[in-house]
């Protein structure tokens, strides 16, 4: 198991290589600086991404980011993304082929609390989540300040609908 | 572009004076009774008909200042039409309701060429939009984001004098957000919203005399010294209601069918070709900034200006207000005018 990190624009990249499995950490800002498609050579079966840190991405960088996608399925590539960020799911709301055959574990996604006011970006798990939100019902989540229920705070049916693409 | 004219002061109407009429072509009597109370304010006479028979007859006796309808008439047959006659006998323009919920006729909406302006909000944003969008019209005033802020509210100017400050303004706007105590939702849409913006009239906006895009194809992350006419005006504020934020460029060369262009790629998901692979940008600038905001406005000066403001509701929760569709305006000037 090998770990190491590279940095294209404004865009960390720290990704560890098990067997033929990669194991991708992505951090910053995705835009016209970053360079995403010669990741796709490190690749043999499968990749994790991780973009809870992924704050930002620009329509230049969707553009580079659906390079790297066709990339890895051009290599038959399993992909699975990992806590994607709420600027992640906005793009894969908008543009399909921004997750494209992907398998998303889990997402941030925004929920405010009307108790005493937090908002916040929460994760959430698809697996134990799969029911409701196949129902377009957000999940249930704890206030982190004062343990009250907090409600989603986006449309689900516009959220949410990332996860019925093919 | 800091507007110096005074705003939200209140205009005195001398008594006998005819501020016009506004017609609101509409089914619905209830929805009749909300748009009259909301443009009664305006001191313009408001007349209200269920249909574009009727709409035409009245058109045949008095010319309306302004016509309010419902976007289920702009696409039933006869409604693009009266539309244009309404237009073509002086009417100062045509503001479309749409309809909560009715986010799946959009495409075809954004395929008629008499939409300029669809309010899609539902109360209380919907009288704010109304308010503002028939005031412009009426009194063809129409730059600045005051008009959509309280009174008093101090917006940050920033000018944009190269071309990779883009990134570190973006960071700017998105301290200042979460300094006005929005969430991370918010400061998330606002800073793709100015981002896209400003890439737009950094880069896009600049065209020679004979009208090339002569920036288009440049790489997105070169630096680059902004000549003086290419420099980039960004403006924000918020005012517990909206975050508002204005990209202002200095060539006007943006119009009305290319922004419904785009507007359509908004409406229109999916779509593997939504993303340009063959030119410097992606082209779904427009789109995206649509997709951020509650409320779209883009005011055009052909050879002046394009000022492009972006209002994200920031009161309610999106599931409060339950639109799955923005608002979007676009009001024109002459080239000439000076305001």
């Known amino acids: 198991m090998t770990t190491e990190t590279l940095s294209t624009g404004r865009l960390d990249i720290q990704f560890t290589a098990e067997g033929g499995t990669l194991d991708v950490i992505m951090r910053g800002q995705i835009d016209e600086g970053t360079r995403l498609v010669g990741l796709a050579d490190k690749v043999q079966d499968g990749i994790t991404i991780d973009l809870?840190?992924?704050?930002?991405?620009?329509?230049?960088?969707?553009?580079?980011?659906?390079?790297?996608?066709?990339?890895?399925?051009?290599?038959?590539?399993?992909?699975?993304?990992?806590?994607?960020?709420?600027?992640?799911?906005?793009?894969?709301?908008?543009?399909?082929?921004?997750?494209?055959?992907?398998?998303?574990?889990?997402?941030?996604?925004?929920?405010?609390?009307?108790?005493?006011?937090?908002?916040?970006?929460?994760?959430?798990?698809?697996?134990?989540?799969?029911?409701?939100?196949?129902?377009?019902?957000?999940?249930?989540?704890?206030?982190?300040?004062?343990?009250?229920?907090?409600?989603?705070?986006?449309?689900?049916?516009?959220?949410?609908?990332?996860?019925?693409?093919? | 572009m800091g507007e110096t004219a005074p705003e939200h002061t209140i205009n005195t109407i001398p008594e006998h004076a005819d501020r016009g009429l506004i017609l609101v072509v509409h089914r619905d009597r209830k929805t009749q009774r909300v748009v009259h109370r909301i443009l009664g304010s305006t001191l313009c006479t408001v007349d209200a008909v269920a249909n574009v028979v009727q709409a035409r007859k009245l058109l045949g006796k008095r010319v309306p200042e302004l016509v309010v309808m419902d976007h289920n008439m702009l696409l039933e047959e006869g409604g693009v039409a009266f539309v244009a006659e309404a237009t073509a006998a002086g009417a100062r323009g045509c503001l479309v309701l749409l309809k909560d919920n009715s986010a799946s006729e959009l495409p075809s909406l954004f395929t008629v060429d008499a939409l300029t302006n669809l309010l899609a909000n539902p109360m209380p944003l919907l009288a704010e939009e109304l308010t503002v969008t028939a005031l412009k019209l009426l009194r063809d005033d129409i730059f600045g984001i005051e008009k959509y802020l309280s009174w008093g509210i101090e917006c940050r100017e920033i000018v944009l004098n190269n071309a990779t400050q883009r990134a570190d303004v973006v960071d700017r706007l998105t301290g200042d957000v979460r300094a006005f105590g929005l969430g991370p939702r918010v400061a998330s849409l606002a800073s793709l919203a100015t981002d896209e913006l400003l890439s737009n009239a950094v880069y896009n906006a600049p065209v020679?005399?004979?009208?090339?895009?002569?920036?288009?194809?440049?790489?997105?992350?070169?630096?680059?010294?902004?000549?003086?006419?290419?420099?980039?005006?960004?403006?924000?504020?918020?005012?517990?209601?909206?975050?508002?934020?204005?990209?202002?460029?200095?060539?006007?060369?943006?119009?009305?069918?290319?922004?419904?262009?785009?507007?359509?790629?908004?409406?229109e998901r999916g779509g593997v070709d939504k993303i340009d692979f063959s030119s410097a940008g992606a082209g779904m600038g427009i789109a995206l900034t649509y997709s951020c905001c509650n409320h779209l406005i883009y005011n055009l000066q052909p050879g002046n200006r394009t000022q492009a403001i972006g209002l994200i509701d920031v009161r309610f929760k999106p599931t409060e207000l339950g639109s799955m569709v923005s608002s979007f305006n676009v009001f024109s000037r002459d080239p000439g005018d000076d305001q």
């Not at chain 1, 390079?67 to 960020?85: N, P, T, Y």
Request: net charge negative.
């Open chain 1, 52 to 166: 809870e840190k992924v704050s930002f991405i620009n329509s230049v960088g969707v553009r580079e980011w659906i390079r790297l996608l066709r990339a890895l399925r051009k290599r038959g590539a399993a992909i699975r993304m990992r806590r994607c960020s709420e600027a992640m799911i906005h793009q894969m709301n908008m543009i399909v082929e921004a997750k494209g055959n992907a398998e998303v574990e889990s997402f941030f996604a925004p929920y405010v609390c009307d108790g005493c006011g937090y908002e916040g970006s929460m994760c959430l798990d698809v697996s134990p989540n799969a029911t409701k939100l196949s129902q377009l019902q957000a999940p249930a989540v704890d206030c982190p300040e004062c343990n009250d229920k907090m409600e989603f705070n986006e449309i689900p049916e516009r959220y949410l609908l990332f996860l019925e693409q093919v």
């Open chain 2, 208 to 267: 020679d005399d004979a009208g090339e895009h002569f920036r288009a194809a440049e790489a997105r992350d070169t630096y680059r010294d902004l000549l003086p006419r290419e420099k980039v005006t960004l403006r924000y504020g918020c005012d517990a209601r909206y975050l508002a934020i204005e990209v202002t460029d200095q060539f006007g060369s943006l119009d009305r069918h290319t922004i419904l262009h785009y507007l359509a790629k908004a409406a």
